[in-house]
């Protein structure tokens, strides 16, 4: 009789070991799920926005809001991160990254330019294949505002969707292939849901092509 207890008091204490094992294993597992993404960037309102130009105008910079976004990354997993974009197209992008979520569409990384990886270099941000919208600068090579100066524009996996202009490729480690993961094409998940809104999208442009670039004016 008390070999039979002892059994059982074996018994019931690996099915406790096994079921706390278990639980242990999926918390590990479900990092970079739906529900627990891997977290890209978690800045304050004030960190996004550290080091702006003082250059912005204060009816700008007052348009720009910090929203997080989720995403699939290369990895296959779901990633959190931020993006910089004027107030009137929080929806559209919201509903973007949304579908593209859905259709598992890899985005690399949504960090806003400010962080201290770019300091608002777009080179940088652009060799890292970071996704960003706001940034006040000129268009590159000229004296003219860019659409992100205004946060009206942003940039989808720079080195899957360079920027071409004649000899110019940018950034310098970048290739545009359709057939790769990340590209963007008119036939791709975020072209179509932002097209679908009345952006634009820099892959149409004739003069260049700026594959990583959606606008909206
Ligand atoms: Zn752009």
Aim: net charge negative; proline share 4%.
């Amino acid at each position: 009789m008390l070999k039979k207890n002892l059994l059982l008091v074996l018994v019931l204490f690996s099915i406790f070991l096994t079921g706390s094992t278990n639980e242990a294993e999926e918390t590990v597992f479900l990092l970079g799920s739906f529900e627990n993404p891997i977290i890209d960037s978690d800045m304050t309102y004030e960190e996004a926005f550290f080091g702006l130009s003082a250059q912005c105008p204060p009816h700008i910079r007052e348009r720009q809001r910090l929203i997080t976004v989720k995403y699939y990354s290369f990895d296959g997993k779901v990633h959190q991160g931020q993006l910089v974009i004027d107030m009137d197209l929080i929806d559209d992008i919201e509903f973007a990254f949304s579908e593209a979520l859905k259709e598992k569409f890899s985005i690399h990384s949504v960090i806003p330019i400010s962080h201290s990886n770019f300091r608002w270099n777009d080179n940088l941000s652009m060799t890292a294949n970071n996704t960003s919208a706001f940034n006040y600068r000129m268009i590159a090579g000229t004296q003219t505002l860019s659409m992100h100066a205004r946060g009206r524009a942003v940039d989808i996996n720079p080195v899957q969707n360079p920027y071409i202009r004649g000899n110019v490729r940018l950034p310098a480690n970048s290739t545009y292939n359709p057939n790769t993961i990340g590209t963007l094409t008119n036939d791709n998940i975020i072209v179509k849901s932002l097209v679908s809104r009345g952006w634009t999208w820099g892959g149409n442009w004739t003069a260049l092509k700026d594959y990583q670039h959606l606008e909206k004016n």
